[in-house]
């Protein structure tokens, strides 16, 4: 049956909104996609390639699986003219996905010579010419879906950007050479972040978690629910380097008492002395950096700490690690502004002196909490194989709160959940304490 006149109008205008969105997005598609290679722009060739232990993944690689998202999650299933470089990346490049196929091994990401560095920024080339051609005429039926993949795809690569400074760090901390990723970072603040106070909160019933229907977030950071909270005291700032060095100088690390027995046979098979990176010479402590080998600054939060680590810590100062619902709670309504990547100085920084309010809340340094990762109340995950995304994780894991100086500023909120495993340490961990009230 033909269309009225009205209905086609209707029809015609939202179509044009639908183009509209759509060449938003594809200015912001851009923008993102930019970020990924102006960080890997200090690399020589021989850093792409290198895969430094199980957990960290060769740069090429992370540049190559963010391109994949988008041809196996929006090319191929919206384009139908479009043509991958080669079907081989659909085995080599998906990560995780085993509804959509066969991951090629975790662990041996580093074994791959091939494709190169010069294929790998061709194959980011020919999705991003192929990405545009879609979304400057989405089909009209399919544009919503679109969409809301190349929203979820754009959140994907920001969290890989983060991966890659994470994982260039370590890969460039195994060269005794101790080799800077950049030589012209930003200098950090010199003030004294002052004496840790603590900030009360009140017993009740709270709520917490992202209304999926009200902007973006991830599947796991939902839906809104209800906790209730007994009174509890958080610190106004980060644990700092001295104050951690305290708990080292007072054998922290050689005390069986205040750690975890999952985490005292960690530090037993680690041989964990220190938090990672840092190295003791002629008596001072240093530890490497993007920046490389750099005095440990006494004032800057704690990094690259476990769980086990945090939590010992905690135990010795007499507090506790905050739930994940008493940190949101706290950090509801505090300014999302912090030491993020865009600060440029990729180095946790000393906080400016703050008693009376919670500083650092956002930035700097992911946060561990207590809490394990596992679902909220009524969570569902996403329909299909993008539901791997968060909800196959819940297990073994604990939850980190805030973002960090790695974090791009636009990619984090309040309820944003991220995990690791407890014993993880080359992520920009630290913590903050709580207490009982």
Request: net charge negative; charged share 20%; with cysteine.
């Amino acid at each position: 049956m033909p269309l009225l006149a009205h209905e086609l109008e209707a029809s015609q205008q939202l179509e044009t909104l639908d183009t509209l969105h759509a060449k938003e997005w594809l200015r912001r598609y851009q923008r993102v996609r930019r970020a990924s290679e102006r960080l890997c722009e200090p690399l020589c060739t021989e850093d792409y390639v290198i895969q430094s232990m199980d957990d960290v993944s060769p740069p090429k690689w992370h540049l190559a699986h963010v391109t994949w998202f988008f041809e196996a999650f929006i090319l191929t299933p919206f384009q139908p003219s479009y043509r991958t470089l080669d079907p081989v990346y659909d085995h080599l490049f998906n990560s995780y996905y085993d509804t959509h196929g066969v991951p090629f091994p975790r662990p041996r990401r580093g074994t791959l010579s091939r494709p190169t560095v010069a294929d790998v920024y061709r194959f980011r080339s020919h999705v991003d010419t192929a990405l545009a051609e879609l979304l400057a005429s989405p089909p009209p039926e399919h544009a919503e879906e679109i969409l809301r993949r190349v929203e979820l795809g754009l959140h994907h690569e920001q969290q890989h950007q983060e991966l890659l400074l994470m994982d260039i760090k370590h890969i460039l901390a195994q060269n005794p050479l101790c080799p800077a990723y950049r030589d012209d970072l930003t200098p950090p603040p010199t003030e004294s972040p002052g004496e840790l106070t603590w900030l009360a909160h009140d017993a009740g019933v709270r709520e917490i978690g992202h209304d999926l229907q009200s902007g973006f977030a991830y599947d796991n950071e939902g839906p809104v629910h209800r906790q209730f909270l007994e009174a509890f005291q958080l610190a106004n700032r980060p644990v700092t380097n001295a104050e951690f060095l305290a708990f080292i100088e007072d054998g922290g690390y050689a005390r069986p008492e205040l750690w975890l027995s999952d985490g005292w046979q960690q530090v037993g098979q680690e041989g964990w002395q220190a938090p990672l990176y840092w190295v003791q010479r002629d008596g001072e402590w240093y530890h490497f950096t993007l920046g490389g080998l750099r005095r440990v600054d006494l004032h800057a939060p704690v990094v690259h700490v476990s769980f086990f680590e945090a939590d010992a810590y905690a135990r010795w100062a007499g507090g506790r690690l905050p739930s994940e619902a008493e940190w949101e709670v706290a950090a509801r309504d505090a300014a999302m502004s912090g030491n993020f990547v865009e600060r440029d100085h990729l180095q946790p920084v000393a906080a400016s002196p703050c008693i009376d309010a919670a500083s650092q809340l956002y930035g700097d340094v992911w946060e561990w909490t207590g809490s394990a990762y596992r679902p909220y109340p009524g969570f569902r995950p996403l329909p299909g194989t993008l539901g791997e995304y968060n909800g196959k994780f819940m297990s073994g894991q604990m939850v980190l709160r805030g973002g960090c100086c790695a974090t791009p500023a636009d990619h984090i909120r309040p309820s944003y959940r991220n995990f690791f495993p407890p014993h993880a340490r080359w992520a920009f961990s630290g913590f903050r304490l709580a207490r009982e009230a």
